[in-house]
């Protein structure tokens, strides 16, 4: 039997949602809310489904909601699911509140429903691939940069844009606790940050340098990892990736110490890309949000341990942009 589900906030993300879902055919779109009541029934039309302007009027008519709402509304919309033991899939980031975040996993802990995070780009076919390494970062460098769009404008480009690749750093890092952390961010269109940098220092040693931008003449995003098994270059537009293993170089870097010592050495006919291992990771071709809302399913129906991107996990993210915000606030300039 399909399992009936709801779109909530029929913006950008929303739409992206209630496509992918109406293709799947073990979901049935039920409905789509909006406080818009024109935009609710325009995607109604398209999807074949029913028009809310109230989503609470959803919560008993399906077994699963996507929340695209606004940021700010995240935890609002999700409650009354939540409350009912419906699963929910809450688009990044999990909330701008980390209290009220706290107190629906809170509640969440005592639901017959599973609480997913919408961090799509875990499911980017690049990151997957570069998932199947055993890779313990040392250095973690990320951009993610894009021209304005007009959109997410309630919250910065912290939470809106930098979200993503603080979630893909935390994985990698493999811990939560924050050392230290530095960060700058200007505001030049509205009244939160456009452009942000932060350097982020975790308590086993992982630095992360992390730069966003939604102010760039072109888009761009992409993320490079630095440790002793292996240096990796993803990029998650173009969904290519490159790896340099360390262990098939021991002998290399093995010769290369040895003839350092040797005063008659002659490098200068040595082309060193030549003598290292690189390898193109084997990417597929799949749409990130499908798969997405597969592994939401997939916890939703109990054939997966855990959702993939835990309700802790999206709280975590939140946590770590928190800080950031908290050391772009407390920046001074001449």
Not at 126 to 149: D, G, L
Not at 295 to 316: D, H, S
Request: aromatic fraction near 6%.
């Amino acid at each position: 039997m399909p399992l009936r589900f709801a779109v909530v906030g029929c913006g950008r993300m929303g739409k992206l949602h209630a496509r992918v879902l109406s293709e799947m055919p073990q979901v049935e779109l039920v409905g789509v809310a909006d406080t818009s009541p024109a935009a609710a029934e325009a995607l109604a039309a398209q999807r074949k489904c029913r028009a809310f302007t109230d989503a609470s009027e959803l919560v008993d008519l399906v077994d699963a909601a996507v929340v695209a709402a606004p940021t700010l509304h995240h935890i609002a919309v999700a409650r009354p699911f939540v409350a009912a033991g419906k699963s929910v899939l809450i688009e990044k980031p999990l909330s701008d509140d980390l209290t009220a975040a706290r107190e629906l996993i809170e509640l969440a802990r005592g639901s017959r429903g599973v609480v997913q995070v919408g961090h799509a780009e875990r499911f980017n076919p690049a990151v997957m691939a570069m998932r199947k390494y055993a890779i313990r970062p040392k250095f973690i460098e990320s951009h993610r940069i894009s021209p304005y769009t007009f959109r997410s404008t309630d919250v910065g480009v912290v939470l809106d844009v930098m979200i993503h690749d603080i979630d893909i750093v935390l994985m990698l890092a493999g811990t939560n606790e924050v050392r230290s952390v530095e960060a700058v961010g200007v505001n030049v269109i509205g009244d939160t940050e456009d452009i942000a940098n932060a350097r982020v220092t975790f308590a086993n040693g992982c630095v992360a340098n992390i730069t966003a931008s939604r102010l760039a003449m072109k888009t761009e995003r992409k993320i490079r990892v630095f440790s002793r098994q292996a240096y990796l270059s993803l990029d998650f537009l173009k969904k290519e990736g490159t790896i340099i293993k360390a262990d098939p170089n021991v002998d290399v870097v093995h010769w290369i110490q040895e003839q350092r010592n040797n005063p008659e050495a002659d490098f200068a006919g040595v082309n060193w890309t030549e003598l290292l291992h690189i390898e193109n990771l084997s990417i597929e071709n799949n749409e990130p949000l499908r798969v997405e809302q597969e592994a939401f399913l997939n916890a939703v129906r109990g054939t997966a341990a855990r959702p993939e991107v835990t309700a802790e996990e999206g709280l975590a993210a939140m946590e770590c942009a928190e800080k950031i915000l908290a050391s772009v606030r407390e920046h001074t300039w001449e």
